[in-house]
């Protein structure tokens, strides 16, 4: 058990660029997440699968957003035409019942 | 809509001292969880300790209790013998009715040796 693995640590864009985001979680782990956090703020919840399946997902994530879990494994979040306003941490976490999420260390963002 | 709310932007504890740390909600949920997790500087979050709403007895895991007040709508948590590895952000935060967990806006902890 390797635990949550977010990719890469950091990344630094300029605005209007595309950025993909990829999570693995824990290998039995069929339940998926990403949050947002800004800096001082808790994390906000973006979207959530079980398995394959996009079963949630927050008005946060406007259409400039899109995540994906193809094959019920890995994760990857990706963001188009990003904006300043998208500076922040990614955080995924998994979970096999729900009742414990185990997080990764993040993906920060900067967008210049 | 649930809402978590954390007082305290900042505290500070001695080592070996106790602290509490609060937290308030709200929610239309009959059935809801709380959680209290920690953020060390490393960013990870990291589950400290887990109530469920119909429990009534408080959750306890070793130097980390709650005080879970259902009718106040309040849940706070004591860290007793405080060491330096507790100082950290600890957020508390609430889930019913999704999957998705509502999260305070964190207090930090400053533990002095």
């Known amino acids: 058990d390797t635990g949550v693995s977010q990719d890469p640590r950091h990344k630094i864009t300029k605005r209007g660029q595309n950025v993909t985001f990829r999570c693995d979680p824990i290998?039995?782990?069929?339940?998926l997440y990403w949050y947002r956090q800004t800096l001082g703020q808790g994390p906000e919840f973006l979207t959530y699968f079980q398995n394959e399946a996009q079963l949630e997902k927050s008005r946060l994530l406007s259409d400039r957003f899109s995540a994906e879990r193809p094959k019920g494994s890995f994760s990857t979040l990706e963001i188009q035409r990003t904006e300043q306003g998208d500076s922040a941490m990614y955080l995924c976490?998994?979970?096999?019942?729900?009742?414990?999420?185990?997080f990764g260390s993040g993906t920060q963002l900067s967008v210049l | 809509a649930q809402t978590v709310t954390q007082s305290q932007p900042e505290m500070s504890v001695q080592e070996a001292e106790t602290v509490t740390l609060s937290c308030t909600y709200d929610?239309?949920?009959?059935?809801?969880?709380l959680f209290w997790y920690k953020q060390p500087p490393s960013r990870q979050m990291i589950l400290v300790i887990r109530q469920e709403a119909y429990k009534q007895q408080n959750a306890t895991e070793n130097r980390f209790s709650v005080n879970f007040q259902k009718a106040a709508k309040s849940f706070s948590l004591k860290i007793s013998d405080s060491q330096l590895g507790d100082a950290a952000m600890y957020f508390c935060a609430s889930q019913g009715g999704s999957e998705k967990l509502v999260f305070g806006k964190g207090t930090k902890l400053t533990v002095n040796p």
């Open positions: 929610t239309s949920e009959s059935d809801y969880y």
């Open positions: 290998s039995e782990h069929n339940r």
């Open positions: 976490a998994s979970s096999d019942r729900g009742e414990k999420l185990f």
